[in-house]
């Protein structure tokens, strides 16, 4: 993807024009350079610089005080003095030049510099088919700065990011993670081995003396002054609100690639509760990248849009209420078949009233089979014993695939797959007490932890689930979306089957390029901004607008923001597909609307998102389903409106009176523009 660009003012530690004195804006220090690369490019805001990420020393001479910097500076920045430096060295240490002193010009604020003795962590992403290699930096506060793109003239020029990681290595200990092929961990310890003599004079200063900042060091202390845009603009985020932001990433949607979220977010890949639980997720993350590369709609006028349409016959019916009731009791659902079995009553009845309500807990292990696609609604009794049956033997029969072949159990990808699951399970509902035991000895020798008979079975659903689909197999966080699937069934053959039928209309939301994800929040931008406008207009100004805060919602379907029971019955009413197949679309949009005021009131990105995490398990369901129904009443309304009255002007430009008028035929236009409908919206109603 690449040098994508979003709205978003600078991440990379830069100095803040406006806080300098004219002197102080255009400050020059003299610098020894050690090693110099063109073509890496920092976007900030508008702007594409392109510039020289460099690696220097503070000193001329080698002294304890040295210190060693990385920093990128603009082509315009460059001293005519120094040019010939810069092209002669592009990409190679300076050592051939004797590590010349140049002039490091400040600017106002372009040049960005950070001493190393303050990384925590390089993120040295090499090109790949598509995307530009990019270094990002993280701060030893827990700042992630904005990206450097690699891009160069010529595509097949070799990628520099490891050349700068093997001279860094001579000042610092630098640590691959496990986890993440292209984080590097950088470490002040004073057991480095080799270090890079930029003078023939004494040995590199040991790196215990590097750690210490130099009071008399002026550009350390021109960077300590200076005022940062990213501070100015997103401010620290509180250790509380880190705390509680980090739930967002518990679930498979935040690997490595964050570098097109504002920096609160990003600062949270390096916060401790956030990394030990990211550690064990295996999804890459790509709609953050794909977002920043989309064209963002113009907004809607809504004050136009509504006088167009006040005339219209749809705006001048009473909008209907919602239809919410309480669940459907046993003794009613009985009723809808008669003695042999057979739906007799229309199906969009049943879908209705379930829709209405959910159903009582004692009817759903036989309800659930027929939401989920395992029984025909048309089926008698037996017809249905014989599916039961036909699906155990089937499960068991995937099942014993890997369960009884010793040989395939032993395998190094089954035994990695297989403990990926059994973590995934052992941190799943083990508040409920199907599932809070450990009394029994755990067969993976991996895990330190008891198990129980319960747990062990949704694994080998999971397992199997593995086998069963192998284009998608296993990804972390499904046990989420399995465990309520075994409670309502009850039975091990069923529940997979259950499992398989949710995860056939869902399994978008784990797809590696997270395009499920992707449709689905670009649409919810869309209903916000075809609804909402003044919300659609605060989520932009703050940067929220690309919806990363509604990610988990819609991932394992509301699975952390309601309390347990409610999940289970905002799932039957979704699998009804009663008003729109998308219709948790709108329960998300009933969430921010039931918060929009505070919403409004809130005008940093990491206090929306810290709002919105702190949401889980305070929502109400019964309420959430009211404005949800009501939402989409007002929509689909509007839509027709806008289909009625599009018709309306079209016909009018069939006027001969209206092609003799320029003006006239001009504003039909226009306002024919305006009742445009993303294709995206139109989808959510029923064909």
């Known amino acids: ?45 508008t702007l594409h610089l392109q510039g020289y990420l460099t690696i220097v020393a503070n000193t001329l001479e080698h002294t304890e005080n040295q210190m060693i910097y990385l920093a990128w500076i603009p082509y315009h920045l460059i001293d005519p003095l120094d040019k010939h430096y810069f092209t002669c060295l592009d ?28 990384i925590h962590s390089l993120y040295v992403h090499p090109p790949s088919p598509n995307q530009q290699g990019s270094i990002v930096i993280t701060t030893s506060q827990g700042d992630v700065l904005r990206p450097l793109w690699y891009q160069p003239t010529n595509p097949f020029d070799a990628w520099p990011g490891y050349n700068v990681l093997d001279i860094l290595k001579a000042f610092v200990d630098i640590e691959k993670t496990r986890d993440d092929p292209y984080l590097y961990l950088i470490s002040m310890s004073a057991n480095a081995q080799q270090h890079l003599a930029i003078s023939p004079a004494p040995p590199s200063p040991s790196l215990s003396t590097m750690s210490t900042v130099p009071e008399s060091d002026p550009l350390y202390n021109t960077l300590q002054e200076a005022r940062w845009h990213i501070l100015e603009r997103f401010s620290r985020i509180t250790r509380a609100s880190r705390d509680a932001a980090t739930h967002v990433l518990e679930h498979p949607v935040t690997q490595p690639l964050f570098p097109m979220l504002p920096a609160s977010v990003q600062a949270l890949r390096h916060n401790d509760t956030a990394q030990q639980t990211i550690n064990d997720y295996n999804l890459a993350n790509y709609y953050l990248t794909q977002w920043a590369a989309d064209t963002t709609l113009e907004p809607l006028s809504d004050e136009a849009v509504d006088r ?53 807990p004692d009817i759903r292990i036989e309800a659930w089979k027929f939401l989920l696609g395992i029984y025909p609604w048309q089926s008698t009794f037996d017809d249905r014993e014989a599916i039961r049956r036909s699906k155990a033997e089937e499960y068991y029969a995937i099942k014993a695939k890997w369960f009884n072949d010793l040989d395939t159990r032993n395998t190094p990808r089954f035994l990695e797959e297989k403990h990926r699951i059994d973590k995934d399970v052992h941190r799943t509902d083990r508040n409920l007490t199907i599932f809070a035991g450990e009394d029994h000895p755990n067969p993976d020798p991996q895990m330190a932890v008891g198990t129980n008979p319960n747990l062990e079975i949704m694994k080998d659903i999971l397992v199997t689930y593995n086998y069963h689909n192998t284009s998608l197999g296993y ?143 305070k929502l109400q369901l019964t309420r959430t389903l009211e404005t949800a129904e009501i939402l989409f009443y007002q929509f689909k309304r509007r839509v027709r409106a806008m289909e009625t009255k599009r018709h309306q002007l079209h016909e009018r430009l069939q006027r001969r009176s209206v092609w003799t008028n320029e003006n006239e035929r001009n504003d039909i236009q226009v306002a024919l523009n305006q009742l445009q409908v993303d294709t995206l919206l139109l989808q959510l109603l029923p064909s």
């Open 1 to 45: 993807m690449g040098g994508a660009t979003t709205n978003s003012p600078p991440v990379y530690y830069q100095m803040d024009p406006s806080s300098q004195s004219p002197i102080q804006q255009t400050t020059t220090h003299t610098v020894r350079l050690i090693y110099a690369k063109s073509a890496f490019c920092l976007h900030m805001d």
């Open 91 to 118: 990409g190679g240490l300076a050592s051939d030049q004797e590590f010349p002193a140049i002039h490091l010009h400040m600017g106002l604020g372009e040049t960005t510099v950070i001493a190393i003795n303050t």
């Open 308 to 360: 167009l349409l006040k005339d219209t016959p749809e705006m001048q019916t009473p909008l209907p209420t919602h239809s919410r009731r309480a669940p459907t009791p046993a003794e009613e659902w009985v009723d809808f078949f008669n003695q042999d079995g057979v739906l007799k009553v229309p199906l969009q009845t049943i879908r209705a009233r379930i829709f209405q309500g959910g159903l009582e």
């Open 475 to 617: 990804v972390q966080g499904m046990s989420d979306l399995c465990a309520p699937m075994f409670v309502g069934m009850g039975d091990e053959a069923m529940a997979f089957w259950g499992f398989v039928s949710f995860m056939d209309r869902v399994q978008s939301n784990f797809f590696t390029d997270q395009s499920g994800m992707h449709r689905q929040l670009k649409t919810l931008q869309a209903m916000i901004q075809f609804m909402d406008m003044p919300l659609y207009k605060h989520l932009e100004q703050t940067e929220t607008l690309n919806l990363f805060v509604c990610f988990r919602w819609l991932l394992v379907w509301f699975k952390r923001e309601f309390d347990w029971e409610d999940v289970i019955r905002l799932w039957e009413v979704l699998w009804t597909d009663h008003l729109s197949h998308d219709f948790i679309l709108f329960v998300a949009l009933a969430v921010l609307h039931q918060h929009r005021q505070a919403l409004l009131n809130l005008n940093q990105f990491d206090e929306i998102l810290k709002y919105i995490n702190e949401l889980s398990g």
